[in-house]
T-cell receptor
Framework: RKEVEQDPGPFNVPEGATVAFNCTYS??????FFWYRQDCRKEPKLLMS???SGNEDGRFTAQLNRASQYISLLIRDSKLSDSATYLC????????????FGKGTKLSVIP | GAVVSQHPSWVICKSGTSVKIECRSL??????MFWYRQFPKQSLMLMAT?????????EQGVEKDKFLINHASLTLSTLTVTSAHPEDSSFYIC????????????FGPGTRLTVL
């Protein structure tokens, strides 16, 4: 089983749609969870950290289910500018500061 | 904020030359920085963990003598690709760990290396 697994997509959605991405991780001791977005030929940028209680930032909602080792990202009212690759990222804990990246889910928002 | 700069943003060099890439945390101190490489349409691959004042920790399969890392201060890490070859052409990205919070990492804008 891959350490961090995501559906690669692509997800092609119309403007205004709601889209959800899921991610599973294999290391049950993982401590921190993040969603990053990466535009083509650019560096990853932190979109949101994912807390145990779930968190919301404007149109974006992230949730964590530790029992199922599952992270989700919900984007409401999609904008053209949301088109990017979304990376599910996990810190394995145990004193490590390294991050483990999923391969990313590609989203294209269509006019 | 948490800003990380990287220089140069792109470089083209001849095979056999060495290329030095700088990574700086501009508004915070970074005890740990990370160097990644990304080939087209592939995910980020961690190359090494750079620790201020000590030797870098390299991932399996990454040659430490080819990819020299120096982390001389809390705001600067450098990666030198020695005797570069065409297969070293890639997108090199650094990140810095901002401690004290949730251990988020912030990425530099990347360096696109092309070896002719």
């Amino acid at each position: 089983r891959k350490e961090v697994e995501q559906d690669p997509g692509p997800f092609n959605v119309p403007e205004g749609a709601t889209v959800a991405f899921n991610c599973t991780y294999s290391n049950s001791a993982s401590q921190s969870f993040f969603w990053y977005r990466q535009d083509c030929r650019k560096e990853p940028k932190l979109l949101m950290s994912v807390y145990s209680s779930g968190n919301e930032d404007g149109r974006f909602t992230a949730q964590l289910n530790r029992a199922s080792q599952y992270i989700s990202l919900l984007i409401r009212d999609s904008k053209l500018s949301d088109s990017a690759t979304y990376l599910c990222v996990v810190n394995p804990g145990a004193g490590s500061y390294q991050l483990t990246f999923g391969k990313g889910t590609k989203l294209s928002v269509i006019p | 904020g948490a800003v990380v700069s990287q220089h140069p943003s792109w470089v083209i060099c001849k095979s056999g030359t060495s290329v030095k890439i700088e990574c700086r945390s501009l508004d915070f101190q970074a005890t740990t920085m990370f160097w990644y490489r990304q080939f087209p349409k592939q995910s980020l691959m961690l190359m090494a963990t750079s620790n201020e004042g000590s030797k870098a920790t390299y991932e399996q399969g990454v040659e430490k003598d080819k990819f020299l890392i120096n982390h001389a201060s809390l705001t600067l890490s450098t990666l030198t690709v020695t005797s570069a070859h065409p297969e070293d052409s890639s997108f090199y990205i650094c990140s810095a760990d901002k401690r004290g919070g949730y251990n988020e990492q912030f990425f530099g804008p990347g360096t696109r290396l092309t070896v002719l």
